[in-house]
């Protein structure tokens, strides 16, 4: 696994030179936030007494997602309902270039922090303002959790098996998904901010939005076909085979045969190239229908072999197969290591802990993990000094 250290770079980062200050709370804005400071924002989580509730989500008593999600960050303490905390945030304003806050639509403006104000006190302030479902429509005032949007984008209607419930994912996954939709938004506002004559703006941020793109064409299906997604477990509705597969010491392989050619290689490979001309198999369109005998075929050879006999015929085929892997077996793998998809970030408890790296990769200018997550307050001496 790759230390952090050597994710660092000379180059300060691509967004050296701007200051974020983060009001958000939770998963949608640090991710946001995070990927600013990955790259080489200033990041200041301006945070309540009692600190970011992301410190709170914790494994045995280790806030393992507070390490992970305010890496790279600065952390001084601000509370808007508090004279002190007002003056903090309105000294601040002016030497920023982003602001994300994730409250309840409706609460910036009660605290006197509204985007008019904000923008009164800096032109070109890019204001991101995170929330479940935006901050106009029936629904702006409802709590925006992403269990929420989840349910109601779509999503868990058509996650999971079809004699099962609708599954929500066990992940905080409208929350990443807007996390990186804000900051793609945020670099752009960015960019015409800096254009000469540029202005600041506001972004409105939903979770609901972003996660319901994902979801692809589903609306317009709908609209043509009067068709609802369907839970199709680990198949899908348009193509086959593509399914899990169990291995015969109990491991599982992803399969996924999604162009016609790739689909006849698998039945070559596995010794039945027959079903290339059978009527039932030779089209995308005839698989999907026969599916169940598609992966009852397929089921049966993965069955026979080991899990790593498998992977290695399937390579030798020229088939996409992968294995199913659980943390310590992605951690392992020699394409992550030599990638360094993960990196051992220096930890003030634990010496190093494992974390993703920052992503995506850009050749001149990459990102880096330069510090650790602040603890609550860390910073207030150097960053309220400065404004002294």
Do not use: C
Not at 13 to 23: E, H, M, N, S, Y
Not at 185 to 207: C, F, H, K, N
Not at 248 to 260: C, I
Not at 278 to 297: G, H, K, Q, W
């Amino acid at each position: 696994m790759t230390q952090a250290s050597s994710q660092a770079t000379s180059d300060a980062g691509p967004l050296a030179g701007v200051r974020v200050l983060d009001l958000s709370r939770l998963v949608a804005g640090n991710m946001l936030s995070l990927q600013l400071a990955d790259f080489g924002a200033e990041v200041i989580k301006l945070e309540p007494d009692k600190g970011d509730p992301l410190r709170d989500w914790q494994e045995e008593g280790v806030s393992a997602w507070w390490k992970v999600y305010g890496r790279n960050k600065r952390s001084i303490r601000v509370d808007l309902r508090d004279p002190e905390g007002k003056r903090r945030l309105t000294a601040l304003v002016p030497t920023a270039q982003v602001l994300i806050e994730g409250f309840r639509p409706g609460t910036m403006e009660t605290a006197g922090f509204g985007p008019d104000a904000l923008l009164a006190l800096n032109p070109k302030l890019v204001i991101v303002r995170v929330s479940g479902f935006g901050q106009t429509g029936p629904y702006a005032a409802r709590p925006g959790f992403g269990s929420l949007v989840e349910a109601m984008s779509g999503f868990a209607a058509k996650n999971g098996f079809a004699d099962k419930p609708p599954a929500l994912p066990n992940m905080a996954l409208a929350d990443m998904v807007a996390g990186l939709s804000g900051a793609f938004a945020a670099v752009m506002a960015l960019r015409v901010a800096e254009q000469p004559g540029g202005a600041g703006q506001v972004i409105d941020l939903s979770l609901l939005e972003p996660l319901h793109a994902m979801l692809g064409p589903d609306a317009a299906i709908h609209r043509l076909f009067g068709r609802v997604p369907s839970r199709t477990g680990n198949r899908v509705s348009i193509t086959a085979p593509r399914n899990v597969y169990l291995t015969a010491d109990g491991e599982w392989v992803a399969l996924s045969a999604s162009t016609q050619d790739m689909a006849f290689r698998l039945f070559a490979a596995i010794g039945r190239a027959d079903m290339a001309s059978d009527p039932r198999f030779s089209t995308n369109a005839a698989r999907l229908d026969n599916v169940v005998e598609v992966d009852r075929v397929v089921g049966a050879f993965i069955g026979r072999l080991s899990l790593s006999d498998a992977l290695a015929f399937f390579e030798r085929a020229h088939v996409t197969v992968g294995p199913v892997y659980d943390p310590a077996d992605f951690a392992a793998d020699p394409h992550v290591r030599g990638r360094g998809v993960l990196v051992e970030a220096p930890d003030a408890d634990t010496g190093t802990l494992p974390m993703h790296a920052p992503f995506p990769r850009l050749s001149r200018t990459p990102g880096a993990i330069r510090r650790q997550a602040p603890a609550l307050g860390q910073d207030e001496a150097d960053i309220l000094g400065a404004l002294a």
